[in-house]
């Protein structure tokens, strides 16, 4: 039996990283997805050990190895951390040495933020608690990602936004007992305890805007989802938001649906639309100047075309003639709102901005004037006109190549939304992979029959 896990997904596995031989992965699908953060140290760690031996142990003190992710350089290293055996009013403890490691000022670590892992081990992150300095690494290992609601205070070390707490180094350590107490017994850091402790730092973070690839956070699915946001105006105008940006919203602290889109539906991949309220430093936008000047800062006409029915109802505010759009829920103001897929596929920027672009240049054009006068052959034909698969492909395919000629590489790579599976399918391929199995397993027994009967 092997005690050992898989640093990405906890599976147990006896299988070793052959250079490091301090991280296991259940597969090497698992490994491919740790390497770019475990390939800054695993080869490291044995040139650390010969260049940075171990400090011989005295009566009172060892050393165990730790991790730090410095203030002033990009890649996190390897230190030495001195374990202290100090008698307290007659009983013994141990403690770590690591306000050496963080500008030495003793009493500034803290390590009210000891995070259990599991039941019988966990690893400390102490950090320099007066440091205003950014911490480089993390900078550097978070680069291109930012927390979309970055309203956590600065205080909060496990938020995306407030990495800015100078160096910090993660022990590791396991429960034992001594004397009938339970005893903090420090052990060496391995490279399984790099991934554990780097997603500490976006820990508590639901939203994570994806400004830039990045090849050290994980936001793969099960446990995050991919959405867009559609900025609202005000974001565009007084933020500097891009009106498509994706991102990654965490499984189990999404809210779907607020809306479904009916034209994505008629396309094949149904979206599901979420849209969010003013913040009150939003709602201060109702006074500003430019908003009269460059139009209502609360409209985001681009997510409600998603909404646009093909029988809106007269008069309403969804109405295809509609002029200015904006979202208002019982009187609430709202701002951006988040798309996403309703069977859990991943969608992409690009694939939303063709689609609302769709909606307003294609679809409301030619439904504009149609309000009035709405019969079910009208309809019918623009049902089959424009909300069929081959008829947005094609339009998609325009809009690549126009912006790929205006110059814009990055949509070199972009794909239109693949269509759902209906479920029924699934159900038939799952029992096909069942009877493949079960003729397998029959092979395989009658194989062994024979065999026995030699
Ligand atoms: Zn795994
Ligand atoms: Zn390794």
New binding site residues.
């Given amino acids: 039996m092997s005690s050992l896990k ?6 147990e ?1 006896s299988l070793i990283c052959s250079v490091c031989k301090s991280a296991s ?3 090497t ?3 491919k ?1 740790d390497l770019p953060l475990h390939k800054l140290l695993c080869d490291k760690l044995e040139k650390f050990k010969a260049t940075h031996p171990r400090p011989k142990p005295t009566f009172t003190s060892s050393h165990k190895l730790a991790l730090r992710f410095p203030a002033s350089r990009k890649e996190p290293e390897f230190i030495w951390v001195k374990i202290n055996l100090i008698n307290e009013h007659g009983k013994w403890r141990l403690n770590s040495d690591i306000a050496e490691h963080l500008h030495g000022k003793v009493g500034l670590v803290d390590l009210s933020c000891t995070q259990f892992v599991h039941p019988h081990y966990g690893i400390d992150i102490s950090y320099d608690d007066e440091a205003i300095a950014d911490s480089q690494c993390i900078a550097y290992l978070l680069d291109g990602c930012e927390s979309v609601f970055d309203r956590l205070p600065r205080s909060n070390l496990a938020s995306i936004a407030s990495a800015s707490c100078g160096s910090y180094v993660v022990t590791r350590w396991v429960k034992t007992a001594a004397d009938n107490r339970p005893l903090k017994e420090y052990q060496d850091i391995t490279l399984n305890d790099v991934r554990e402790s780097f997603a500490f730092f976006y820990r508590d973070v639901d939203c994570i805007e994806i400004k830039k690839p990045n090849p050290f956070v994980l936001l793969k699915q099960p446990q995050w989802v991919s959405r867009v946001i559609i900025s609202c105006r005000g974001e565009e105008l007084f933020q500097g938001k891009r009106k498509y940006r994706q991102v990654a919203i965490r499984h189990e602290k999404e809210k779907w649906y607020g809306m479904i889109s009916s034209i994505s539906k008629d396309l094949g991949f149904p979206l599901g639309l979420e849209p969010y309220y003013a913040a009150w430093h939003e709602e201060a936008w109702r006074d500003q100047k430019l908003a009269a000047k460059h139009g209502d800062p609360f409209s985001n006409p681009e997510a409600l075309n998603l909404m646009l029915g093909i029988n809106p109802m007269k008069g309403s505010e969804t109405s295809w003639n509609s002029a200015e759009i904006r979202f208002t829920i019982t009187g609430k103001l709202l701002t951006m709102v988040a798309v996403g897929r309703i069977d859990q596929q991943d969608i992409t920027e690009k694939q939303i901005e063709v689609l609302s672009r769709y909606c307003t240049d294609i679809v409301h054009v030619a439904m504009q004037d149609k309000d009035n006068d709405f019969d079910e052959d009208t309809k019918k034909a623009i049902l089959q006109k424009y909300l069929c698969k081959d008829r947005f492909n094609a339009y998609f395919d325009e809009y690549k190549a126009k912006k790929l000629a205006e110059g814009d590489a990055s949509w070199a790579d972009a794909y239109p939304p693949k269509p759902s599976t209906p479920v029924k399918e699934d159900a038939k391929e799952e029992d096909e992979r069942l009877a493949k199995r079960r003729k397998v397993m029959r092979d395989i027994e009658s194989r062994l029959g024979e065999k026995q009967n030699k």
């Fill in positions: 898989c640093a990405i997904c906890d599976a596995t992965y259940c597969s699908e698992c490994q997805k």
